[in-house]
Protein backbone atom coordinates (compact mmCIF):
# COMPACT_ATOMS: atom_id res chain seq x y z
CA UNK A 1 0.00 0.00 0.00
CA UNK A 2 2.86 2.64 0.65
CA UNK A 3 3.69 2.23 -2.94
CA UNK A 4 0.36 3.38 -4.01
CA UNK A 5 0.67 6.62 -1.64
CA UNK A 6 4.07 7.23 -2.86
CA UNK A 7 2.34 7.45 -6.36
CA UNK A 8 -0.50 9.38 -5.06
CA UNK A 9 2.00 11.61 -3.50
CA UNK A 10 4.09 11.90 -7.33
CA UNK A 11 0.60 12.41 -9.10
CA UNK A 12 -0.24 15.06 -7.07
CA UNK A 13 3.28 17.19 -7.49
CA UNK A 14 3.39 16.08 -11.01
CA UNK A 15 -0.52 18.50 -11.24
CA UNK A 16 1.24 21.14 -8.87
CA UNK A 17 4.26 21.26 -11.37
CA UNK A 18 1.76 21.11 -14.34
CA UNK A 19 -0.57 23.60 -13.29
CA UNK A 20 2.50 25.80 -12.67
CA UNK A 21 3.73 25.42 -16.62
CA UNK A 22 0.20 25.98 -17.61
CA UNK A 23 -0.04 29.37 -15.61
CA UNK A 24 3.00 30.27 -17.38
CA UNK A 25 2.33 28.91 -20.89
CA UNK A 26 -1.06 30.83 -20.56
CA UNK A 27 0.34 34.05 -19.45
CA UNK A 28 3.18 34.33 -22.17
CA UNK A 29 0.90 33.38 -24.60
CA UNK A 30 -2.08 35.51 -23.83
CA UNK A 31 -0.16 38.55 -23.02
CA UNK A 32 -0.23 40.06 -26.42
CA UNK A 33 -3.95 39.74 -26.03
CA UNK A 34 -3.79 41.98 -22.23
CA UNK A 35 -4.96 39.09 -20.77
CA UNK A 36 -3.83 37.14 -17.75
CA UNK A 37 -3.98 33.65 -17.57
CA UNK A 38 -6.13 34.30 -14.44
CA UNK A 39 -8.34 36.24 -16.41
CA UNK A 40 -8.95 34.02 -19.63
CA UNK A 41 -9.83 31.10 -16.90
CA UNK A 42 -12.57 32.72 -15.71
CA UNK A 43 -13.62 34.01 -19.40
CA UNK A 44 -13.14 30.66 -19.69
CA UNK A 45 -15.53 29.00 -16.83
CA UNK A 46 -18.24 31.76 -18.14
CA UNK A 47 -17.85 30.41 -22.31
CA UNK A 48 -18.03 26.66 -21.10
CA UNK A 49 -20.97 27.11 -18.81
CA UNK A 50 -24.35 26.36 -20.28
CA UNK A 51 -25.83 28.74 -17.92
CA UNK A 52 -24.89 32.69 -16.69
CA UNK A 53 -23.24 31.84 -12.97
CA UNK A 54 -22.43 34.00 -9.85
CA UNK A 55 -18.92 34.32 -8.30
CA UNK A 56 -19.54 32.27 -5.94
CA UNK A 57 -20.25 29.42 -8.51
CA UNK A 58 -17.09 29.98 -10.99
CA UNK A 59 -14.87 29.80 -7.88
CA UNK A 60 -16.27 26.33 -6.32
CA UNK A 61 -16.09 25.19 -9.98
CA UNK A 62 -12.29 26.29 -10.62
CA UNK A 63 -11.20 25.35 -7.12
CA UNK A 64 -10.62 29.25 -6.39
CA UNK A 65 -11.26 31.22 -3.16
CA UNK A 66 -14.89 33.43 -4.26
CA UNK A 67 -12.55 36.88 -3.34
CA UNK A 68 -9.80 35.84 -5.22
CA UNK A 69 -12.52 34.97 -8.60
CA UNK A 70 -14.40 38.34 -7.44
CA UNK A 71 -11.41 40.83 -7.83
CA UNK A 72 -10.59 38.85 -11.16
CA UNK A 73 -14.47 39.76 -12.35
CA UNK A 74 -14.17 43.31 -11.30
CA UNK A 75 -11.42 43.60 -13.47
CA UNK A 76 -12.95 41.91 -16.13
CA UNK A 77 -16.32 44.25 -15.86
CA UNK A 78 -14.09 47.49 -15.50
CA UNK A 79 -12.41 46.11 -18.90
CA UNK A 80 -16.06 45.33 -21.02
CA UNK A 81 -15.55 41.83 -21.01
CA UNK A 82 -18.29 40.55 -18.49
CA UNK A 83 -21.34 42.37 -17.80
CA UNK A 84 -23.22 41.69 -14.20
CA UNK A 85 -27.32 40.56 -14.47
CA UNK A 86 -29.87 39.89 -12.02
CA UNK A 87 -30.43 36.90 -10.65
CA UNK A 88 -33.30 35.37 -10.01
CA UNK A 89 -32.73 32.85 -7.60
CA UNK A 90 -30.55 35.56 -5.30
CA UNK A 91 -31.01 39.13 -5.04
CA UNK A 92 -27.41 39.84 -3.87
CA UNK A 93 -25.27 37.51 -5.93
CA UNK A 94 -25.28 39.21 -9.39
CA UNK A 95 -24.63 36.60 -12.38
CA UNK A 96 -21.74 37.46 -14.35
CA UNK A 97 -22.19 37.44 -18.36
CA UNK A 98 -19.60 37.36 -20.70
CA UNK A 99 -19.99 40.47 -23.33
CA UNK A 100 -19.27 40.59 -27.46
CA UNK A 101 -15.43 41.59 -26.22
CA UNK A 102 -15.19 38.64 -23.54
CA UNK A 103 -16.20 36.45 -26.02
CA UNK A 104 -13.89 37.63 -28.83
CA UNK A 105 -10.82 38.04 -26.02
CA UNK A 106 -12.16 34.11 -24.94
CA UNK A 107 -11.69 32.99 -28.38
CA UNK A 108 -8.22 34.87 -29.11
CA UNK A 109 -6.44 33.13 -26.07
CA UNK A 110 -7.62 29.88 -27.54
CA UNK A 111 -6.40 30.83 -31.19
CA UNK A 112 -2.99 31.55 -28.83
CA UNK A 113 -2.88 28.83 -27.07
CA UNK A 114 -4.16 26.24 -30.26
CA UNK A 115 -1.05 25.26 -31.45
CA UNK A 116 0.27 24.18 -27.67
CA UNK A 117 -2.73 22.21 -27.26
CA UNK A 118 -2.24 20.49 -30.86
CA UNK A 119 0.97 19.77 -29.86
CA UNK A 120 0.13 18.28 -26.64
CA UNK A 121 -2.74 15.95 -28.35
CA UNK A 122 -0.34 15.00 -31.08
CA UNK A 123 2.15 13.73 -28.50
CA UNK A 124 -0.35 11.77 -25.91
CA UNK A 125 -3.43 11.21 -27.91
CA UNK A 126 -7.32 11.29 -27.29
CA UNK A 127 -7.27 8.15 -25.38
CA UNK A 128 -4.61 8.73 -23.03
CA UNK A 129 -5.84 12.59 -22.41
CA UNK A 130 -9.15 11.02 -21.72
CA UNK A 131 -8.32 9.14 -19.12
CA UNK A 132 -6.20 11.51 -17.75
CA UNK A 133 -9.78 13.50 -17.70
CA UNK A 134 -11.30 10.51 -15.98
CA UNK A 135 -8.49 9.98 -13.48
CA UNK A 136 -7.97 14.12 -12.44
CA UNK A 137 -12.34 13.88 -12.04
CA UNK A 138 -12.06 10.52 -9.94
CA UNK A 139 -9.39 12.67 -7.68
CA UNK A 140 -11.25 15.47 -7.26
CA UNK A 141 -14.65 13.75 -6.49
CA UNK A 142 -12.81 11.59 -3.64
CA UNK A 143 -11.02 15.06 -2.19
CA UNK A 144 -14.08 16.34 -2.57
CA UNK A 145 -16.00 13.61 -0.79
CA UNK A 146 -13.37 13.55 1.92
CA UNK A 147 -12.78 17.00 2.36
CA UNK A 148 -15.05 19.40 1.57
CA UNK A 149 -17.84 17.63 2.78
CA UNK A 150 -19.62 18.67 -0.80
CA UNK A 151 -22.09 17.14 -2.59
CA UNK A 152 -21.12 15.87 -5.93
CA UNK A 153 -22.62 18.00 -8.01
CA UNK A 154 -20.18 20.94 -6.85
CA UNK A 155 -17.29 18.56 -8.76
CA UNK A 156 -16.60 20.52 -11.75
CA UNK A 157 -18.24 19.16 -14.66
CA UNK A 158 -15.85 21.26 -17.63
CA UNK A 159 -16.95 19.62 -21.17
CA UNK A 160 -15.20 22.09 -23.63
CA UNK A 161 -16.41 21.18 -26.99
CA UNK A 162 -14.83 18.41 -28.74
CA UNK A 163 -12.06 18.52 -31.03
CA UNK A 164 -9.62 16.22 -32.61
CA UNK A 165 -6.46 16.46 -31.14
CA UNK A 166 -4.84 13.06 -32.25
Known sequence: MRHQHNKVRELALMIFAANGRLIGAGN??????????AWWQVLAALRYSPVPLPT???????????????????VLAGRGLVEFRDNPHHQRAKLVVL??????????????????????????????LQAAIDT?????????????????ASVPNFHPPEENLS
Not at 56 to 74: F, K
Not at 111 to 119: E, I, R
Not at 136 to 152: Q, S, Y
Request: no cysteine; aromatic share 0%; proline share 3%.
Open 56 to 74: ASIARNMGLTRQAVQRIVD
Open 99 to 128: TAAGLAAVNGAEDAVAPLDHAIGDRIGSER
Open 136 to 152: LGEMMAVITERLDHAEA
Open 28 to 37: ELVAPLGLTS
